[in-house]
């Protein structure tokens, strides 16, 4: 096989292959095969038709036009792999020449590419974290949180104020007549949270049980936006009481015995969440800084294909659109408060955008040479399964999905790119708001730890092999 490269663009080749004839019989005696298996040809059994029959039935042209897919996919990874071209999306056939008796088999493919670029060095990105550490004031209201969730409710004989629950019944009309799906009976409902209409707490507070009241308010639902008289009547005032945080708390809302230890326990979590969170805003400012340093054009085909499967599969998948597909998706347009152009433009920016990571640290990869140990994507795999409440039994069944679907690959390639943003992370200058440099337990917080462990684990099973 002979290929050639022409750059059509920086993110887009033309390769021309050609075949010789002889490299062809594997194809076309895998077509002669499966035509074998489909021509009946009297006085022989399905398959068993010798060539010369076959040509005389249907024609060799109908053969060589079976063997031109295969023969063409096989030759066309062949040549991108042996001219190193880094392909995005679907190549396009643009020219094929039918296979002819003794002649080469020559093809043309057009195909998107990874642009070629510079890395910028990764000491020079500089980036401000700005998450914070955990207050006493932090652990306060978390602690405060916590009480919520043990209060009781009390009805009480006092009109109802910001905070309190009421029970209330409202009616809705419009020039007297009742709207349809307008009235609701024995609702409870947070003054002050404003989940219901608009006006409601205002009118509710000062309002005790048997007070009635009528405000004008815009509806939702069918009526969205029209304006309606609302009756209001409160039937119940219901005060929330808190349990005191003491020790006696600590003992019922926790494993704990004592307020400290609660307190403690509560902070501990509380720092944890804000190490990570800041390990993880580190991270994605990275990666922000990165793509920024890199002048990379994008190919816009690739993008518009990803974009228009998009769209697709939200107006009713690969099936075809459905109606109601597509009434759920102009709803959701409306809802958003975007047309489908301007949608469309978001979706386009942010593929250009992933598009940008994955390239680039594609490439950091490659470059550094990063590959997935067994151990990590097992651990992946595992998580993904346990995230979609996979049972027990059925993970070897989910395992081999993933293996079929491509799911693997992606899952490699995602891990592989993750490792390439850790290469940039341990390298840029990552400070906190006060100027200070992130160490490395900040930036991968308990990875020291979980080596440590390891190791140790390591160690004691040489041990026992002793």
Same mark, same amino acid.
Do not use: C, W
């Given at each position: 096989?002979?290929?050639?490269?022409?750059?059509?663009?920086?993110?887009?080749?033309?390769?021309?292959?050609?075949?010789?004839?002889?490299?062809?019989?594997?194809?076309?005696?895998?077509?002669?095969? @499966?035509?074998? /298996?489909?021509?009946?040809?009297?006085?022989?059994?399905?398959?068993?038709?010798?060539?010369?029959?076959?040509?005389?039935?249907?024609?060799?042209?109908?053969?060589?036009?079976?063997?031109?897919?295969? =023969?063409?996919?096989?030759?066309?990874? &062949?040549?991108? $792999?042996?001219?190193?071209?880094?392909?995005?999306?679907?190549?396009?056939? $643009?020219?094929?020449?039918?296979?002819?008796? !003794? &002649?080469?088999?020559?093809?043309? #493919?057009?195909?998107?590419?990874?642009?070629?670029?510079?890395?910028?060095?990764?000491?020079?990105?500089?980036?401000?974290?700005?998450?914070? !550490?955990?207050?006493?004031?932090?652990?306060?209201?978390?602690?405060?949180?916590?009480?919520?969730?043990?209060?009781?409710?009390?009805?009480?004989?006092?009109?109802?104020?910001?905070?309190?629950?009421?029970?209330?019944?409202?009616?809705?009309?419009?020039?007297?007549?009742?709207?349809?799906?307008?009235?609701?009976?024995?609702?409870?409902?947070? *003054?002050?949270?404003?989940?219901?209409?608009?006006?409601?707490?205002?009118?509710?507070? !000062?309002?005790?049980?048997?007070?009635?009241?009528?405000?004008?308010?815009?509806?939702?639902?069918?009526?969205?936006?029209?304006?309606?008289?609302?009756?209001? &009547?409160?039937?119940?005032?219901?005060?929330?009481?808190?349990?005191?945080?003491?020790?006696?708390?600590?003992?019922?809302?926790? /494993?704990?015995?004592?307020?400290?230890?609660?307190?403690?326990?509560?902070?501990?979590?509380?720092?944890?969440?804000?190490? $990570?969170?800041?390990?993880?805003?580190?991270?994605?400012?990275?990666?922000?800084?990165?793509?920024?340093? #890199?002048?990379?054009? #994008?190919?816009?085909?690739?993008?518009?294909?990803?974009?228009?499967?998009?769209?697709?599969?939200?107006?009713?998948?690969?099936?075809?659109?459905?109606?109601? =597909?597509?009434?759920?998706?102009?709803?959701?347009?409306?809802?958003?408060?975007?047309?489908?152009?301007?949608?469309? =433009?978001?979706?386009?920016?942010?593929?250009?955008?992933?598009?940008?990571?994955?390239?680039?640290?594609?490439?950091?990869?490659?470059?550094?040479?990063?590959?997935?140990?067994?151990?990590?994507? @097992?651990?992946? *795999?595992?998580? /993904?399964?346990?995230?979609?409440? *996979?049972?027990?039994?059925?993970?070897? &069944?989910?395992?081999?999905?993933?293996?079929?679907?491509?799911?693997? /690959?992606?899952? %490699?390639?995602?891990?592989?790119?993750?490792?390439?943003?850790?290469?940039?992370?341990?390298?840029?200058?990552?400070?906190? %708001?006060?100027? @200070?440099?992130?160490?490395?337990?900040?930036?991968?917080? !308990?990875?020291?730890?979980?080596?440590?462990?390891?190791?140790?684990?390591?160690?004691?099973?040489?041990?026992?092999?002793?």
């Amino acid at each position: 096989m002979k290929s050639t490269v022409e750059t059509l663009s920086p993110t887009r080749v033309r390769l021309s292959v050609e075949v010789p004839f002889e490299e062809l019989a594997p194809f076309i005696n895998e077509a002669y095969k @499966t035509v074998g /298996q489909q021509v009946r040809v009297p006085g022989f059994r399905p398959g068993k038709a010798p060539r010369q029959v076959i040509d005389q039935r249907i024609g060799r042209e109908s053969v060589y036009a079976q063997a031109m897919d295969p =023969a063409v996919q096989a030759n066309l990874n &062949k040549a991108v $792999t042996e001219n190193d071209v880094n392909a995005l999306g679907r190549p396009e056939l $643009t020219e094929v020449k039918p296979i002819e008796e !003794g &002649k080469p088999f020559e093809f043309v #493919v057009e195909t998107d590419v990874t642009p070629a670029f510079e890395l910028p060095d990764f000491a020079s990105l500089k980036v401000t974290v700005e998450a914070e !550490g955990v207050s006493e004031e932090d652990v306060d209201k978390d602690l405060e949180s916590q009480r919520l969730r043990f209060s009781s409710l009390k009805t009480v004989e006092r009109a109802a104020a910001e905070g309190d629950f009421v029970v209330i019944d409202l009616r809705a009309t419009q020039n007297g007549e009742e709207v349809e799906g307008g009235s609701v009976t024995g609702m409870s409902h947070e *003054v002050g949270s404003g989940n219901l209409l608009d006006g409601l707490d205002e009118a509710l507070i !000062g309002m005790a049980a048997g007070d009635e009241k009528t405000i004008q308010s815009t509806l939702a639902g069918e009526q969205e936006g029209e304006t309606a008289d609302v009756e209001v &009547k409160v039937t119940q005032v219901k005060e929330r009481e808190l349990p005191e945080l003491d020790d006696d708390f600590a003992e019922m809302a926790s /494993q704990f015995d004592t307020l400290a230890e609660l307190r403690d326990a509560t902070r501990e979590r509380l720092e944890n969440q804000a190490r $990570t969170g800041k390990a993880n805003e580190a991270r994605q400012k990275t990666l922000e800084a990165l793509v920024e340093a #890199v002048e990379l054009p #994008v190919p816009e085909k690739v993008v518009a294909e990803d974009v228009e499967h998009e769209i697709m599969h939200m107006k009713g998948g690969h099936d075809g659109e459905t109606a109601e =597909a597509i009434a759920q998706f102009e709803q959701y347009l409306e809802m958003m408060g975007k047309s489908e152009d301007e949608f469309k =433009a978001e979706m386009i920016a942010d593929s250009e955008a992933r598009l940008r990571q994955s390239i680039i640290l594609g490439k950091i990869a490659r470059d550094r040479e990063l590959e997935v140990s067994g151990e990590l994507m @097992t651990a992946e *795999v595992v998580r /993904q399964a346990q995230q979609r409440g *996979v049972p027990q039994d059925q993970f070897q &069944k989910f395992v081999d999905e993933l293996r079929t679907n491509g799911g693997l /690959q992606q899952i %490699a390639a995602s891990l592989r790119q993750q490792l390439a943003l850790e290469e940039v992370v341990k390298e840029a200058t990552i400070v906190d %708001a006060s100027g @200070t440099e992130l160490t490395e337990e900040d930036l991968f917080p !308990g990875r020291k730890a979980a080596e440590a462990e390891a190791e140790a684990e390591e160690t004691e099973e040489e041990k026992t092999e002793e």
